[in-house]
């Protein structure tokens, strides 16, 4: 996998930086509550999208080409998922402050095991970078670090965008139509990769 490593690096910093569910939901967080209160949901995600490089590591991504029954329900449960956390983020913009639920460690734990996007990006990488070189221990720990070292710079980028867009934005009126246009997008994402 030598070689193969300024490539894998690009393809990381291409497929989780870009705007997809993780990232728009982070952003949506950052801006609605502040980069602080999004942590715990931070951490979740990447022991969740850790979680999900682990096991297509170990093969469970053929599955899904075996039984293409079993990425529709991801799929499925997927989107009701985004959604949940969408009218989470409006109802949350809409409460007062002190009346707000923040995100908890397992609802980020979630957001890659039920998206589309991050078992696509996974298996794609897996197959690219690593099917056929006969990865050992130590390649597959360094190709789920690798994953968790983009995933979490990126969301933490998208959140403190999110966090300068609430700290911008005095107006509660402001801030609600820029949450709503925030989830908006992150349903876009969500359904974009749906059909995918």
């Given at each position: 996998?030598?070689?193969?490593?300024?490539?894998?690096?690009?393809?990381?910093?291409?497929?989780?930086?870009?705007p997809g569910p993780g990232n728009m939901t982070m952003l949506a967080i950052g801006q609605t509550?502040?980069?602080?209160?999004?942590?715990?949901?931070?951490?979740?995600?990447?022991?969740?999208?850790?979680?999900?490089?682990?096991?297509?590591?170990?093969?469970?991504?053929?599955?899904?080409?075996?039984?293409?029954?079993?990425?529709?329900?991801?799929?499925?449960?997927?989107?009701?998922?985004?959604?949940?956390?969408?009218?989470?983020?409006?109802?949350?913009?809409?409460?007062?402050?002190?009346?707000?639920?923040?995100?908890?460690?397992?609802?980020?734990?979630?957001?890659?095991?039920?998206?589309?996007?991050?078992?696509?990006?996974?298996?794609?990488?897996?197959?690219?970078?690593?099917?056929?070189?006969?990865?050992?221990?130590?390649?597959?720990?360094?190709?789920?670090?690798?994953?968790?070292?983009?995933q979490v710079t990126f969301h933490s980028l998208w959140c403190a965008l999110g966090a300068g867009?609430?700290?911008?934005?005095?107006n509660n009126h402001a801030r609600l139509a820029v949450n709503t246009c925030l989830v908006v997008?992150?349903?876009?994402?969500?359904?974009?990769?749906?059909?995918?």
């Amino acid at each position: 996998m030598e070689g193969m490593y300024l490539p894998f690096a690009l393809f990381l910093l291409v497929m989780t930086g870009t705007p997809g569910p993780g990232n728009m939901t982070m952003l949506a967080i950052g801006q609605t509550t502040g980069f602080r209160s999004a942590l715990p949901f931070l951490a979740g995600s990447a022991m969740g999208f850790a979680a999900l490089n682990t096991l297509v590591a170990c093969g469970l991504g053929e599955a899904f080409r075996i039984w293409p029954q079993i990425a529709m329900v991801l799929r499925v449960l997927g989107m009701t998922y985004i959604i949940y956390l969408a009218v989470k983020i409006v109802r949350m913009q809409a409460a007062p402050p002190e009346g707000a639920k923040l995100f908890s460690m397992f609802e980020g734990m979630l957001i890659h095991p039920l998206s589309p996007k991050s078992w696509a990006m996974s298996m794609a990488a897996y197959s690219q970078f690593m099917a056929g070189t006969h990865p050992g221990a130590e390649s597959m720990v360094l190709y789920v670090l690798a994953f968790m070292v983009f995933q979490v710079t990126f969301h933490s980028l998208w959140c403190a965008l999110g966090a300068g867009i609430y700290k911008l934005l005095r107006n509660n009126h402001a801030r609600l139509a820029v949450n709503t246009c925030l989830v908006v997008l992150m349903l876009g994402a969500t359904f974009y990769a749906f059909l995918a």
